[in-house]
């Protein structure tokens, strides 16, 4: 047994739930928030069980983090109820619509600050996104980083982890601490905690850190951070295809009887065959009938 | 996504929409001493329901001189704004937009409403009202004007997302732009220039009055189509010079004037999207937000129009007031289930031209949201066993009402496909879109849970055998048997006969017009299509004397002569005489009292009125627990009425 306890940092994301029905916006603008149910990511919950069984067998710590508005605190209690020992909120109205990059910058902060022996959280957000947040903060802060673990062994200052490969094919790979892994979700069953474990973590304290805490100026973070620009969903003005109005040359008349003719049709083209210097002249001719010249003057 | 243009949203000024159909603007004469009423609200609160992204209300008037229409809302008034906001409110929680119309509708109105002289920019009486109105002074316009801006800060005020002035069809703004209205010499006529100025000066006054952050939109009308008047070319130039103004936020369109007032409506004969190549022409020159509007009745074809760039947001009106869940059911990819419009005019144009509220042959509810609108339909306390005897229009209805509300519903009818009369009137020339009407309903009629029986004729001893709780009798009408002395002789048939094709016709044939509807005219042009020749003969002063309102005479009477069909209006018929090949017709002229006598034809073919066929409701009538007789074996009428026989008596069981 390690005589120094691992620090384990685990991180909790919420994702929507896909089993309900969404409700759609009007096409391409995306999913209705409005009573959108969220739930804690699976995976993340599972690294944190694997985080736990650790702290259980006494040789680790845990700590809950988590980036969010206040909602994400029923996510945080529900770790401490499972039984990590601190639990931290990270929120700043600006770190709305970062991307990967702003939110890499801000966990780097985060791991620079906790210096965690072990990062833990879920390879994949259950409504299907990818979160590359964590990792590419592990790989700014020099950390290794395995992904898809489905089973992690602590051996002094290494850590065994079992992968999961292509196609059922399982690898095992040893890392060096400090380093981050994210977990596979579906091979573990994290906890159920218990209801004495649950009403005390309403009344436990969150901490809750703001930019300040972190040292991070604004700018560097959420949508000013973001390397790129968020666009607004517009369907694309299609160009117009070529059609034929009627023919304003037409009498009124005419022009009614193309329009219920039920589609107008182009005028049929006309072949001239005449020696060549015959042919202005009589271009000319057609041009002016066809009023797209205007009338010589006289 | 099956309709991916449709759905996507659009930005109109500052004013985002959820999808492109926009329910567009057109009379509805539900509003109250000149009010907004609660009709309204309900109304457009439906559509909104029903999912359109944008709805644009009828016209509402902006001078005491408008007077157009007897029931206009007079948006001038500070009284109307809590009206406007319980609409605004109301179809605001559908998450819709919705925008106010406001028009001055210049020589197009009737002073005898008002009682005050019609304003215009020349003293050109409008061809419909027919009234010399008074050549507006300067400081008429400006008055104008002022009550445009006034009336256009109501319309904020009354939480609307936005304000469209009518510069199509029915404006002064038109009259003051068309050379075909506007004749004068001062700085409001001649040039083109000049012809916009009092146009402007109304976009201008509203644009101040109601800030920069508001939308604000016109209609123009793509082409007046009309000898010397606008062709599509010039107001493409209009057109772009008010964008270039940089006042207004999008551009609606309508098409024609009331010199050719059917090409405004068009009805079924009429191609679907008849106006596509105006809206694509205009779209071509301008790079604001272009509506397109006529006959889109169905989402595929909206989805292709916007699809091809030839407009950026479909409207819908006849559309919406046939089905206001169209946009609902296509988003949910439910195409089956829409109530398709057949562009028939008798409920919405055919009521609105003769100043009655507006309805629809195919949506009983229009108008009466609030009573018979979505989520009105209670379940049936009682279960009852109901049999509908008759699978036209009205027991159609019946059924479907009656299976929806929870009743074990059984339709018997004798032929083979539901549908009574509208299968035959639908083979008349150019009504075979009627047909839809059944078309929408039989699908319905399924999923309500009603189970269908055709070929089945029952006998009243079989009905009571069975035992129903309630029995709706909807066995229809035929064509008299007897209209007029020597209708029984050889060679002589009737209009339903004709149509369904069964009778040898000879070459010469008269046609006997006492219908003045499709059912005499339509039967015309099927039998001219044959090749034959046909001559009609009606007691009124023209044929097609019932077609007016649906905006059907003109084009009717146009393909009538265009055939070679002749007619002799005026005359009486009193008998029908001779052999086949030598049929004579007897008859007196009404007004002259001259009797006279036409002929020979090959054939004559009666179109002299419905007798109903009710034996069955007389058979039954006091031994069923429950009976009702709804449609034409009531009284023979029209669909419409059918429809709404069936969908009253089927809530109501």
Known sequence: ?298 | MMFEYLFSPIKLGQVELKNRISFQPHLTNFAEHCMPSERHMYYWGERAKGGAGLIITEEMSVHPTDTAYEKLVEAFHPEVIPGFRKITDYVHQYDAKIFCQLNHNGQQCDGSISRLPVWAPSPMPDVLFRETPKEMEPEDIEEVCRYFAKSAVHVREGGFDGVELQFGHSSLARQFLSPLTNFRSDEFGGSLENRMRAPLMFIEAVRKAVGKDFTLGIRLCADEMIPGGLDLGQIQEIGARFEASGLIDFMDLSIATFYNLYLVEGSMHTPLGYTIPLAAGMREKIKLPVFCTGRINDPVMAEKVLANGQSDMVGMCRALICDPFLPKKAFEGRLEDIRYCVGDNQGCIGRMGINRTLGCIQNPAVGLEKEWGEGTLKPAPVKKKVMVVGGGPAGLWAAKMAGRRGHQVDLHDRNENLGGQVLTAMKGAGRDEFGVIIRNEKDQVDKAGVRVHLQSRLTPEEILKANPDVVVVATGSQPKSHPVGGADGPAVFNVWQVLDGKPELGDKVCLIDYDGHHRASATAERLADLGKTVHIITSSLFVGAELGPTQDLYLTRQRLLQKGVTFTPDIAVMEVGGEAGQKEIKGFNVYSNQWQTWGPFDSIVLAMGQQVDADLYFALKGKVKELYRIGDCVAPRKVDMAIWEGHKTGRSI
């Open chain 1, 1 to 298: 047994m390690a005589e120094k306890k691992l620090d384990i940092l685990v991180i909790l994301r919420e994702c929507s739930d896909p089993r309900p029905p969404v409700r759609l916006m009007a096409k391409g603008a995306g999913i209705r928030d409005r009573g959108l149910r969220c739930l804690t990511n699976p995976a993340d919950l599972e690294a944190l069980e694997h985080a736990l069984e650790l702290r259980d067998a006494g040789v680790a710590r845990v700590t809950a983090v988590a980036v969010g508005p206040k909602s994400l605190e029923d996510s945080l209690r529900l770790a401490l109820a499972m039984g990590a020992e601190r639990a931290i909120r990270v929120w700043n109205g600006v770190l709305a619509g970062g991307d990967a990059v702003a939110g890499a910058h801000l966990w780097q902060r985060v791991y620079a600050i906790l210096r965690p022996d072990l990062v833990l959280t879920g390879n994949r957000l259950l409504d299907g996104g990818s979160d590359p947040a964590p990792a590419l903060a592990a790989a700014r802060q020099d950390l290794g980083c395995v992904s898809a673990a489905l089973s992690l062994l602590v051996k002094d200052q290494e850590v065994e982890i079992l992968r999961k490969g292509d196609r059922g094919s399982r690898q095992k790979i040893v890392a060096q601490l400090p380093c981050a892994i994210l977990c596979e979700a579906g091979f573990k069953e994290p906890r159920y905690p218990a209801l004495e474990a649950v009403v005390t973590a309403t009344t436990q304290a969150l901490e809750t850190w703001g930019l300040e805490d972190l040292s991070l100026p604004e700018w560097e973070v959420g949508a000013l951070g973001a390397a790129l620009d968020q666009g607004e969903f517009a369907t694309p003005r299609p160009d117009p295809l070529r059609s034929t109005t009627p023919d304003p040359s037409l009498p009124a008349f005419e022009r009614i009887l193309a329009l219920l003719s039920g589609g107008i049709q182009p005028r049929e083209g006309k072949m001239h065959f005449l020696p060549p210097d015959e042919v202005v002249e009589s271009l000319m001719e057609i041009f002016q009938s066809e009023g797209l010249l205007p009338e010589a003057k006289t």
